[in-house]
């Protein structure tokens, strides 16, 4: 399930009264951890730590509960649960307190607690992503995956997974940069298949056609018409970052070379690929420095 999909189907937060305290303190504990959040009026530790139990409750988007106990409307709730300061926050699972802290905890530390018991805030995307994947939406599944390379602090597993994305759309050159930074260390089987199936794209990939332009160009290196066509055929067999290369260095001579047809085929190379595309925006800072 998505963040979104979980925020739409579950409270990520509750103030509780006598009537719902059952239901979202202890019933509630067996679907999913509750964090207990034990404050009052006057406590500013309690306001201080409030905000950030919000931040994460939306941030994790349903996978836990906070429920927000006012100590002092609600003392037998808090004489229940042994609370002797405020603020005390508790995590309750299957109706039991598990873990808890007394006192104004820092973000960083009351995100390390809350990480020993919930799964990472990246799991639902990547899990989205993976059904993507095997759904063939290979262009949907990677901005999905991106993120999540991010936010995993770069997670080796989800470099192959991107990998394989390009690879099915037949981004060879994207795929083979991704696979050149997966460390040794990382290199399992699925990296061995990825590196196997980018071999056979390259092979298959060089028709008679881009063979036979290959050849002329290695004979004229200063035709820029020969140029041209070839960058071309090189983004009509996927290689497009080879064809964004030949089309810069063509606009590099000649800003309008053949009645603007360099510049309106690299932009709309730029355009199939999308501009989020890490390719596009590498190519598309190196066109605004050459213009600019």
Not at 106 to 133: C, D, N
Not at 259 to 271: D, H, K, L, P, V
Request: charged fraction near 20%; glycine fraction near 4%.
């Amino acid at each position: 399930m998505t963040n979104a999909a979980l925020s739409n189907s579950l409270l990520t937060q509750v103030d509780i009264s006598l009537e719902n305290a059952q239901q979202y303190l202890i019933d509630e504990s067996f679907k999913r951890p509750v964090v207990i959040d034990f404050w009052a009026e006057w406590c500013g530790p309690c306001k201080n730590l409030m905000p950030v139990l919000e931040k994460l409750a939306t941030e994790y988007a349903g996978a836990f509960l906070l429920a927000k106990v006012n100590a002092d409307d609600l003392q037998m709730i808090s004489s229940q649960f042994g609370v002797r300061s405020l603020p005390t926050v508790m995590v309750m699972k299957d109706g039991q307190p598990i873990d808890g802290f007394a006192g104004a905890l820092p973000e960083v530390q009351v995100r390390e607690l809350l990480s020993k018991h919930l799964p990472k805030p990246w799991e639902a995307p990547l899990q989205q992503a993976r059904e993507l994947i095997s759904q063939s939406q290979y262009s949907e599944a990677l901005p999905l995956l991106r993120q999540v390379y991010e936010q995993s602090n770069q997670l080796a597993a989800v470099a192959l997974l991107i990998a394989q994305c390009h690879l099915e759309l037949n981004r060879i050159d994207n795929a083979e940069a991704v696979l050149a930074g997966i460390k040794m260390v990382d290199q399992d089987q699925f990296y061995q298949q990825l590196m196997a199936q980018l071999s056979l794209k390259k092979q298959a990939a060089k028709t008679p056609e881009l063979a036979a332009l290959e050849e002329a160009y290695a004979r004229a290196p200063e035709d820029m018409q020969l140029r041209l066509q070839l960058a071309l055929q090189y983004h009509q067999e996927a290689e497009h970052r080879l064809a964004l290369e030949h089309l810069l260095e063509i606009l590099r001579k000649d800003r309008n070379f053949a009645e603007g047809e360099a510049r309106q085929s690299f932009n709309a190379i730029i355009a199939s690929l999308g501009k989020a595309d890490p390719l596009s925006i590498e190519f598309q800072r190196k066109l605004f420095t050459l213009l600019y």
